[in-house]
Structure formats: structure tokens, C-alpha cells
């Protein structure tokens, strides 16, 4: 099985969602297009000014405390939401080319910033992204654009191998570092990365983030990151490439490797409820489409809630 997708597979979700166990029809008319609209955009109007109601308004939008006050009808108005600028920051690290049930993370995380790509263009959003953790070459800018260059650019990018070369420190921290200071003000941004490790580094940089821009995180797990299965002595590759061997059936080291993964799982979570950033988690084992569908109407159930 290849480590990443096809540019056709990834350009295909544009039109047809027969693979995400959709009926067969435009994605950018589906109801993902809808929910994604909904949630991260609004009702697609931003408040302009109150002023006297005149002959042939739409009395839906009248502004009654006004209208009390001073005993004159008056009525709220609306102009069009300027289209924004979406960004979709992809991990591309090499423990992103790992899967034990389903597909791979990298093809997963391929999968989802496709769909929220076309998504997003579907809508007119200028769409574009960092490509980060690729040890070889670096960060990859694609600055958002209305003409769907640069998406296709970023998916085009996302079908090709990783490669081999020297590691920056964080690369996650990295990125998102390079988001904050490059990106419009008022972004969308996606992170789509493996978020499997210790966050408090990462705390202040999201909370910058939060505070220009609205933010969704999209951790991609495998159930091997929760709960390593049993398959006695292996060997395992470490971050500095060295080859180290685990007895897995042991059940003390196992009972640790989970606690591990629990407890940065649940700094994560905190983090991003105390800065109010959606957590949308996509599993290799799922469907990445119902996945991002039960994320994003948990998170317009919080919107309303709060």
C-alpha cells in the first residue's frame, strides 16, 4: 500500500464523494459544503448599521429596540462577508507515514485537507497552506489564492513522498510560528498533524494564533497511538532514526505507553477548550468524511451552547 495518495484521488474529491459513502454528487453542494459553511463562516453577512425603515425593506430584519426607543421603525443592515483566506497547514513528518488499521496518517491528513480545501473554494474562500515536517525540504508556503492554484498546488505537493534529510527541532511548533507571522489577519486556519506528544510548548503560539485568526485543530491518530498491540519483540525506529526493541506483550510497558498517550490527549483537549478552539480528531481507521462531519456539528453544538 502506497504511503500517499493519488493527485487524481485527491483532485476527485472535488466532484464525486461516492468514496466517502456519500451519494454521487458535487461535494461543494453537499451538506459537508453546508456544515462547513455554518460553522466556520455564519450566516455569510457581517453587520453593517441600523437606519430608519424605508417603503419595500425586509421587515425580517428589524431592529425593535430601536424602534422603541425611538418610536420610528428601524431596521438592521447587512453587507456580503468578504470572502477570507483559508489556510490548511499539513504534517508531513516522517511519523506520519504510519498506519496499523484503515490507511496511513499521511494519506488520511491528505484526505481531510482536500475535502476542506474544495470545501472552502466551493465557497470562494482563497485557499492555501504550509507544508511542514518534511525534513528535506523544509517548510512549504502556498499563499492563498481565489483561483484554486494554489490548493491544487498543496494537494499536488501532498501525493508526493516525503524526504529524507536534516530535522528541524519542532517542526510543529515551527509551523505554526510561521503561520502566525505570515498569515492575514482574520484567516481560517486548519493544523492537521499529529498532535501525539507533550503541548505546553505549544500553548502561547495558539493562543497568538486565536487571537488574529479563527483555528480548528485536526489531530490524526491511529488506535496504535492509544493502545500498542500485542505482537511480542519488535523493532521500532526512535526520532534520531535509531533502531530500538520493545517487548510489546509486556503489561506494565504497555499500561504506560497508554497513560502517555491519555495524558497528551487531555493537555490537548484543555488547551484548546480554555482558548476556544474547535478539536476535530480524524482516525485512520474511519471514514474521513463522517469524521470531519461529527466534528464540525459538535462544534456548531458548542457555538450555540456558548
Known sequence: MALHPRLDDLLELRHQAHTLGLASHHLVNSSFSGLYASVFRGTGLDFDEVREYREGD??????????????????????????????????QGPHMDFGTRGTFKSIQAARAAALLGWAASGLNDRVGGLLFG???????????????????RLLESLSRPSSEGSSI???LL???????????????????ADFNRETASLESTLGRLCQRHT?????????????????????????AGNLVEID????????RYQATWQTNRHNLLGTANRLGIPFIPVN???????????????SARTRILR
Do not use: Y
Not at 421587515?59 to 477570507?84: C, D, G, Q, S, Y
Not at 510489546?248 to 499500561?255: C, L, Q, R, Y
Open 58 to 91: 425586509d421587515i425580517r430584519n428589524m431592529e425593535w429596540k430601536v424602534t422603541a426607543r425611538t418610536n420610528a421603525p428601524h431596521l438592521k443592515i447587512f453587507r456580503e462577508e468578504r470572502e477570507r483566506s483559508v489556510v490548511l497547514c499539513v504534517d
Open 134 to 152: 518534511d525534513t528535506a525540504s523544509g517548510p512549504r508556503h502556498f499563499r492563498p489564492t481565489k483561483d484554486r492554484r494554489a490548493l491544487w
Open 169 to 171: 527541532k519542532d517542526p
Open 174 to 192: 515551527d509551523a505554526l510560528q510561521r503561520t502566525d507571522k505570515g498569515t492575514a489577519t482574520g484567516s481560517l486556519i486548519f493544523v492537521i
Open 215 to 239: 483555528l480548528i485543530l485536526i489531530p490524526v491518530d491511529d488506535p496504535a497511538d492509544k493502545s500498542l498491540p500485542k505482537m511480542g519483540r519488535a523493532l521500532f525506529s526512535d526520532s
Open 248 to 255: 510489546t506483550d509486556d503489561a506494565e510497558g504497555a499500561a
Open 284 to 298: 485512520t481507521s474511519d471514514d474521513v468524511h463522517d469524521s470531519l462531519m461529527r466534528g464540525m456539528k459538535q
